[in-house]
């Protein structure tokens, strides 16, 4: 079975800086999707980024960027110039290619805090 | 975009009851929905994968007579708690997937809070 790691409970970053979100998962599947999804506190799951494992090229979005090793099995997220906007708790995700096997498991989480 | 409707937010009940929480796709079809549970300050838990015009799969451990799944239109899941008890208390999350394909996106509702008194 797969399993997704977030060994980071708690982050704090000041507002503007830079931080890392750490993932690492376990796989036995050669072609996987991995997501980086957003609950702030109304709890609504808010997609920030996705990262297609035969890809190579690490994805973007604005001021969202990912870390890719897939030698390592590690998935980081960057946030840069983060705002106030962006304190929430960040799950890292992990979806099977393989025939029906759509389902997403789920990391812990990361509460993710900006400070002013 | 495509949104998820999950009816209603928050729900009290009182114990021995049942409660049915509703998942609607509003601008598209979903064949497949997802139903999860979150226990406070914890990770989503898939408790099963609800199929249009089929019965649903469960996740090992999770009760199907006691979480009760319909999927009876392309539009709408429900998931229904049957003689709900205080450790039922939780906030269930559905999510629908977009399309067919493998690169299809999912999206989640905003998720019900049931308090079981």
């Known amino acids: 079975a797969q399993t997704v790691t977030q060994s980071q409970p708690e982050m704090s970053v000041q507002e503007a800086e830079t931080v890392t979100l750490s993932c690492t998962y376990d796989?036995?599947?050669?072609?996987?999707?991995l997501f980086w999804y957003k609950q702030p506190p109304s709890r609504q799951m808010i997609l920030v980024i996705r990262q297609e494992a035969y890809k190579q090229q690490n994805a973007t979005e604005n001021r969202f960027s990912v870390n890719f090793q897939k030698a390592a099995k590690s998935f980081s997220l960057k946030i840069s110039d983060s705002q106030l906007g962006d304190a929430a708790m960040y799950f890292c995700?992990?979806?099977?290619?393989?025939?029906?096997?759509?389902?997403?498991?789920f990391g812990k989480g990361t509460l993710l805090t900006v400070n002013p | 975009g495509a949104v998820v409707s999950q009816h209603p937010s928050w729900v009290i009940c009182k114990s021995g009851t049942s409660v049915k929480i509703e998942c609607r796709s509003l601008?598209?079809?979903?064949?497949?929905m997802f139903w999860y549970r979150q226990f406070p300050k914890q990770s989503l838990m898939l408790m099963a994968t609800s199929n249009e015009g089929s019965k649903a799969t469960y996740e090992q451990g999770v009760e199907k007579d006691k979480f009760l799944i319909n999927h009876a239109s392309l539009t709408l899941s429900t998931l229904t708690v049957t003689s709900a008890h205080p450790e039922d208390s939780s906030f269930y999350i559905c999510?629908?997937?977009?399309?067919?394909?493998?690169?299809?996106?999912?999206?989640f509702g905003n998720g019900t809070r049931l308090t079981v008194t």
């Open positions: 999510s629908a997937r977009v399309g067919t394909g493998l690169n299809s996106p999912l999206h």
């Open positions: 796989t036995s599947e050669s072609d996987y999707y």
């Open positions: 601008d598209f079809q979903a064949t497949t």
């Open positions: 995700a992990y979806r099977g290619s393989g025939g029906s096997n759509y389902k997403l498991t």
